[in-house]
Structure formats: structure tokens, C-alpha cells
């Protein structure tokens, strides 16, 4: 090669370097924003449909399920017991009865959680999971910002918030509610959503991979929602401890009480901090790491034995996780065991209810909701294996004598595990807190086994995901889940037939009311047969 050559070659690469490098952080954005509109235009609009649906159908639904002064008086007392302020959200003593603020009591926190967790899965998928799987990587070779791709996301999120806090309004509205106090609800839904947006902007820095990210945002949601239920159950209108959460600011709006709209500014405020924060820790962490370091390799650490071994492995962390969890979640459950007994002596509704099932009523109601948030643990676990291909992570186990249908299976197998350990806890910590909250130790004993009894039907959602997995619809696991709270949760809210919520395999654990053997049976035999389906399908189809 001559000297001149060498010497144009040089700027010339120098040229097209400069003209790929991006003029100023978020260049790009623009693009990046048509992309990720383009990739999610059908899970978004699904998500919004649903939800609009919702806010149209609930207000009929709530005139139907109480008609009378009296049974929204006795309501509200139910409401009024710890677990109602907890699944619910604060009583201002003003207008109780009134259909709009029934409403904000019954969706609000329901609709926060819902879009809060639309708000962390967009912005981890089009950020630190981009990183993970490779994908971002290709974008960064062309003209690309540092800033532009947690700008796209968050502009994204952003985007859906203000589409859902305009179709919510006119859904609700056009039933009759005043436009300015259901304006105020539902931005107030949206505006905590957007706050953890820019929780997950922030913790798709921190961490390395995209479950570890995801699963940070998602406790930090868990923990504003579990700081504010215990906030409003020292006072009913909201304590200093429920100013720590910003779901509370939210509710603290008062939409259809006593309108103010103050508290939306904290969460714009805490919004654009978070925001900035993220982009101050994207300056400084390079491509495809984390500010918060990984461990490293541990020579000492003893050998995994198998694939199930490795499966279990994986997910040891996440599954001391929930059952730390769930077993608080299970004690405070528990706990307020007592509290309801009382409340009944004052509240017909109330008392009818403990007359006809006793306190095991009450304890299956509570193990039905433990169990369904097992349901994500199990759902997340199983769609590993579906991430772990989309990224190449499960090239490496694949190359060698490892089967795709033996892959899978540990999967399930490990997942089904796991949600044993979880339910133990979970059924321990509601035994505990109803037994010494009312002086009878065996209780703890017999929700242990409540809890255990709801393995056959985390089973089957495990078989559902596998099914996921083997057809690239990651979806569908969510989508179960999705039915299973929903069915518990608002399903007598909703009016649902009484043959849908029977769909829902939690809800067919109905111990320790009663022992449900032919049942349990029945989801241990579907479970096995959506699981061997789910091999079949996944053995015959492409690997990528």
C-alpha cells in the first residue's frame, strides 16, 4: 500500500465516522420512537382497549352490585377494615356513597398498578432488553444519541399515558360522571404510571440484565403500594407514611370529594427527576453494563448438577425474593383476621358473610390472592426460557446433549417448584398472623397446607407459559395472570358469569373452606397435558 494511499485512507474512515456520529445526544430519537411504535402498535392497543373498556363497563357494573343507600353504606365499612383500606384507597369521610367516589375507590389503585406495570415492561423492552438481547447494538452503529433510546421509550410511555388518560376520561364521562373530576382521576392513574416509566429508565441502568431491572422496578411498585395501604390504615384519609408513596399523591387528588390539584405537581416533579437521574447514570456506564457491578465468578461455588439444577439456579434469586415477599404479604394478611371479626359486629354484610363460612372464608379469599401473585413468579420464570433464546443466552446449553424439550421441561419443573416454596411461605405467613392475632396456633399449621394446596393450579399457568414459549407468544402467559387477578379481584365487581370465574384455576382452590381432591386432580392432569403439548410444539418448531 503506498504512503498515499494509507494517507487518504485514513481520513477517509475519520470522514465516515463523523458523519455516523450523532450531533448531540438525542439524535435520533424520532426514529427510534416510529420503531418502537411500529414493534409495539398490537400489544399497545390492546392495552388501551382493554383498559378503556374497563372504565366504560365498571360504573354500570358498580350501580348493579349496589343498588341501595344501605348496601353502599355497608360497604363502605367493609372498606373501612384494614385489608379493604389496603385494596382499596383512602375514605376522606365526605360523599362515601357516591357513585364517582366509589369508583375512585374501587379502580384507582387497580388501574395504577395495571398501567404502572405497562409503563416498566415498555421501557425496560426498548432499553436495557435491547442491550441484553443484542439489538441495541445495530441501532448504535448508525447516527444514534447516547440519550436516544431511553428518550424514545419514555416519550413512548409517555405517548400511551396521554391516550389512556383521554380515552379512560371519555369512556367514564360519557356515563355521566363530571368531566373535570374524572380528568383529575385519570390523569392522576397516568401520572404515577409515568413515575415508575422513570423508575425503570432508572434501574435499566443499574442493572446488567433486563429481568434484574425489570424485577427492581416491579418491587419498587410493590413497596409504594404496600407503604401506601399501611399509610391509610393508621388514618383512613391518608397518614405521613402514605405521603411516602406517590400512588397515594394520586389519591390524595380527591377527584369527586374534594378536587385539588397540588398533588399532581409532586409527582410531575418526581417524575423529571427520575428522568434526569437516569440519563445522569446513562452518561456514565458504557454499552452493555450496569452501575451497579456484577460479583463476579465464585471459584468456591459447588458445581450444578443438571439442567433442572442450572434452571433452579437461575432462578434462586428471584425466588427468595418473592417469598419474602409473599410471607409479609401473608402475615399482613392474617393479621387483620381479627380485625375483620370485629368489624362484623357493627356490618350486617359483614356478619352474613362470617355466618355462612366462618373465618375460613376470609382465609381462602386471602390464599386466593397470595396465590395469584405466585402466578406472576411462575409466568416470569417459564418465559425465561423464551428470553434466554430470543438473546442467544440458550445457544450455549442447546449445543450440547441437552434437548429442547428436556430445556423446557426443567423449566416448568423448576418454576412449579419454586411456587411450592413460595406458597409455603406465603400459607406460613397467614397462619402466623391470623393465629396469634386471635390465639390459635393450629391455624398455623392448617393455612401452611392452604397454601401448598394451590401448587396444581400454579401448575397449570406454568403449563400455559410453556405453551407460550413453544408458540413465540409471550403474552398469553401474561394474559393468564391477567385473567386470574382479574377474576378475583373484580370479578364479582364485574358481574363475570359465575362459568368464567371458574375458569381461573386459583379460583378453584377453595381450601380450607373445602378440599377440592377431584379438582386438584383435574389441574394436575391439564397441567401435565399443556406441558407435554407445549414440548411437542416447541421440539418441532424453528429455534429462532
Known amino acids: 500500500m503506498s504512503v498515499a494511499t494509507s494517507a487518504t485512507g485514513s481520513p477517509a474512515r475519520a470522514g465516515r465516522h463523523a458523519a455516523s456520529s450523532p450531533e448531540s445526544p438525542w439524535t435520533g430519537t424520532a426514529h427510534l420512537i416510529r420503531l418502537a411504535l411500529r414493534r409495539d402498535r398490537v400489544r399497545l392497543t390492546v392495552w388501551i382497549a382493554v383498559l378503556t373498556l374497563l372504565m366504560a363497563y365498571a360504573p354500570n357494573a358498580i350501580t348493579l352490585a349496589y343498588p341501595e343507600e344501605s348496601q353502599r353504606r355497608a360497604r363502605v365499612e367493609l372498606l373501612k377494615t384494614p385489608a379493604g383500606m389496603i385494596l382499596g384507597g383512602p375514605m376522606f369521610g365526605k360523599n362515601e356513597t357516591d357513585l364517582g367516589v366509589m369508583m375512585a375507590n374501587e379502580m384507582m389503585l387497580t388501574l395504577i398498578v395495571a398501567i404502572s406495570i405497562l409503563a416498566i415492561l415498555t421501557v ?24 436516544a433510546r431511553t ?20 369512556a367514564m364521562a360519557a356515563t355521566g360522571f363530571d368531566v373535570v373530576d374524572t380528568a383529575a382521576m385519570c390523569i392522576g392513574v397516568t401520572a404515577v404510571a409515568m413515575v415508575f416509566g422513570g423508575v425503570a429508565a432508572v434501574t435499566a441502568q443499574m442493572w446488567r440484565t433486563g429481568r434484574a431491572a425489570t424485577g427492581a422496578a416491579m418491587a419498587m411498585l410493590a413497596l409504594a403500594a404496600l407503604i401506601r395501604g399501611v399509610g391509610d390504615v393508621i388514618d383512613n384519609s391518608g397518614s405521613a407514611l402514605s405521603w411516602c408513596s406517590p400512588i397515594a399523591w394520586a389519591q390524595q387528588m380527591r377527584a369527586f370529594v374534594d378536587l385539588r390539584w397540588w398533588p399532581l405537581a409532586l409527582l410531575i416533579v418526581l417524575t423529571l427527576a427520575l428522568i434526569a437521574f437516569a440519563g445522569f447514570l446513562e452518561a456514565r456506564r458504557q454499552y452493555d453494563t450496569g452501575t451497579i457491578t456484577s460479583t463476579g465468578d465464585r471459584p468456591d461455588a459447588g458445581p450444578i448438577r443438571g439442567v433442572l439444577g442450572l434452571h433452579l439456579v437461575l432462578q434462586r434469586g428471584q425466588t427468595i425474593g418473592w417469598s419474602v415477599g409473599l410471607f409479609l404479604s401473608g402475615l399482613a394478611f392474617g393479621s387483620m383476621t381479627k380485625s375483620l371479626i ?88 397467614n397462619g402466623l398472623g391470623a393465629g396469634l392475632t386471635l390465639g390459635e396456633p393450629h391455624t398455623v399449621l392448617r393455612l401452611t397446607l392452604a397454601g401448598m394446596a394451590f401448587v396444581p393450579a400454579l401448575a397449570v399457568l406454568a403449563g400455559v407459559a410453556a405453551l407460550a414459549v413453544a408458540l413465540r407468544q409471550s403474552w398469553v402467559g401474561w394474559l393468564a395472570v391477567t385473567f386470574v387477578v382479574a377474576s378475583l379481584y373484580l370479578g364479582a365487581l364485574l358481574r363475570l358469569p359465575s362459568w368464567v370465574i371458574d375458569l381461573s384455576p386459583v379460583g378453584r382452590t377453595t381450601v380450607p373452606i373445602d378440599v377440592p381432591v377431584v379438582a386438584l386432580v383435574v389441574m394436575a392432569l391439564i397441567a401435565t397435558a399443556l406441558t407435554l403439548s407445549a414440548g411437542w410444539l416447541y421440539r418441532r418448531r424453528d429455534a429462532v
Open 342 to 429: 370485629d368489624a362484623a359486629e357493627g356490618n350486617e354484610l359483614l356478619a352474613r358473610m362470617l355466618s355462612a363460612q366462618g373465618t375460613d372464608g376470609v382465609y381462602t379469599t386471602m390464599s386466593q390472592f397470595l396465590a395469584a401473585a405466585a402466578g406472576a413468579y411462575v409466568v416470569s420464570a417459564v418465559l425465561r426460557v423464551y428470553a434466554d433464546e430470543q438473546s442467544g443466552l440458550a445457544e450455549a446449553v442447546l449445543a450440547g446433549s441437552v434437548s429442547r424439550r428436556r430445556w423446557l421441561f426443567s423449566a416448568v419443573a423448576s418454576a412449579v417448584a419454586g411456587s411450592g416454596v413460595l406458597m409455603f411461605f406465603a400459607g406460613l405467613g
Open 124 to 147: 425496560i423492552r426498548h432499553t436495557r432488553a435491547e442491550e441484553e438481547g443484542g439489538t441495541a447494538e445495530l441501532v448504535l452503529a448508525s447516527a444514534v444519541g447516547r440519550y
Open 151 to 170: 428518550a424514545a421509550a419514555l416519550v413512548l410511555v409517555a405517548a400511551v399515558n396521554v391516550v389512556l388518560a383521554t380515552t379512560m376520561t371519555a
